[in-house]
């Protein structure tokens, strides 16, 4: 069985300043790895997705991820984040083979000017 | 470019009515999962669906909670005898294939509220 840890439940930042949201994952097995935004009241958008290759994943807005084997992260970036941001976001993990995700708890990343 | 239709979008039971939620898929998507997202516990796995088949329904309470994704028509996830636990925002997913390679795309939603 696979399992997601966003270890951050709220992060506050500053516009324009970099922020980053922590994940790390568990599986005995290889795994796909997604990144999605639930804006309020919406339905979740995928923002990125690691399926295999380089390692650095580019999303939608800006953001960017890590995936890190060793460590079992996948750590989601932004260089400088805009008001329009604030979001709650997930992380989600899929076994190779299997067709469900798993989703962390969420972390709402609150920004302020 | 009609995305995951999700109806209704706001529902309000008593206790001990049936609920039922609806989702539409995305043209050409036949793969089909709920989630049950509850504040702060982000979105659990409910059950997946092809077209009359329930592929895994593991996430399922066992009692009061059924699910079907019929030939023609939308999928309906069924609530019967709705307790106050069961308020919670039910999202539904599609997917054109099994492989999770493509990710789902998502509806905005249904949000039951048990009075």
């Known amino acids: 069985a696979q399992s997601v840890t966003q270890l951050d439940s709220q992060v506050p930042v500053f516009e324009e300043a970099p922020v980053e949201l922590r994940c790390n994952y568990s599986s005995s097995v290889s795994v796909y790895l997604f990144w999605y935004v639930q804006y309020p009241n919406q339905g979740l958008q995928l923002l990125l997705k690691y399926l295999s290759g380089s390692t650095l994943v580019k999303g939608i807005n800006g953001f960017e991820a890590e995936f890190n084997k060793s460590q079992t992260s996948f750590h989601l970036r932004k260089p400088s984040v805009h008001i329009s941001d604030t979001a709650e976001y997930f992380c989600?993990?899929?076994?190779?083979?299997?067709?469900?995700?798993?989703f962390g708890k969420g972390t709402m990343l609150l920004v302020s000017p | 470019n009609a995305g995951v239709m999700q109806n209704p979008r706001h529902l309000v039971r008593r206790r001990g009515q049936e609920a039922r939620l609806r989702c539409s898929p995305m043209?050409?998507?036949?793969?089909v999962y709920w989630y049950r997202q509850l504040p702060e516990e982000g979105l659990k796995f409910m059950v997946y669906l092809q077209k009359e088949n329930i592929i895994d329904e593991s996430g399922m309470p066992k009692e009061r909670f059924s699910a079907e994704f019929p030939k023609e028509g939308p999928s309906i996830l069924r609530i019967q005898q709705v307790v106050r636990g069961d308020s919670a925002a039910y999202f539904c997913a599609s997917s054109p294939s099994d492989t999770p390679s493509y990710g789902y795309t998502f509806g905005s939603g249904t949000r039951l509220t048990v009075v």
């Open positions: 989600a993990v899929s076994a190779a083979g299997y067709s469900t995700l798993t």
């Open positions: 043209k050409g998507h036949s793969h």
